[in-house]
């Protein structure tokens, strides 16, 4: 079977068209899988899936699921979540990336597009990372980044499962050597997270700039007078400073692709190599579906 496929713009990204194979669980697991290595994001086009055929089609190559501890579940027993909260302009993020429990791949399919806007938009860390000038990757090679978070209980829930205690939570997070936490009396997790802006992609083990810096950042001025839950800083406890931010976005901002989507469309990310954001729009029609998972390969 041949399987039509375009590169998405300039980068590595491709498109499978459903020219010759109408039904997206008839495709080639294998193919799919060596493309992904290379690629990191492949978007599937005129297969006319919904979220319910998304996390059929997902499981094939899954190890497991986890949940969206921010997105209303589709089914409150299920993993697939909406992501049409608001129409605002979400900022690049790695899905999780203030905390240890990031997935390998999050899914996207959409159903009805906004009118205008709501685009999709991706960054290739590897090609950030590449971008920076020598003096912004020593700083980030030298320090760590430090995430400061409070999880309500019904928040580490949807990481570890509705019914897990305390003690499965103190024995998940005793694993992680990058974790120091406190539970409060109504078993609020506090925790502080350390990881390195720059990771290691699960496939090619390339440099790239992958986290949440952006969107932490940008949390934080935003919640300057309240009460705060969540900090970031780097591992010694000093602010990340603004001209530092600004060289980031400077960069990101000049290599922002974007998925404008289709009926139909469902998309496949590496999380360990691509940050991802969205464009605003103003159509409360607009249904786009995520999923999240590790990958079985």
Known sequence: MTIQIDSLETSTKKIIYSNECKEILNLSVAKIQEMFKSSGIILFRGFEVTHELMQVFAEQFSSRFTRDDDKPLVDPNGFVSSVDIGMH??????ENGSSPFSPDAVWFCCTIPAAQGGETLFWDGIQVWQKFSEELKELFISKKIK???KFPADKWKHFLGSDATISDAKQVLDGFNSVKYQIDEEESIYTEYICSAVIQTKYSNQNAFVNDIITG????????NLELESALTFEDGSLIPDVVIEKIEKVMYSLTEEIQWQAGDLVMIDNSRFLHGRRAFNDSRRRLFALLSYLNF
Do not use: M, Q, T, W
């Not at 302009?89 to 790695?94: A, F, G, K």
């Not at 950042?217 to 300057?224: I, Q, R």
């Open 147 to 149: 995430f400061v978070h």
């Open 89 to 94: 302009e979400i900022l690049p993020h790695r």
């Open 217 to 224: 950042n940008s949390n934080l001025k935003g919640c300057a």
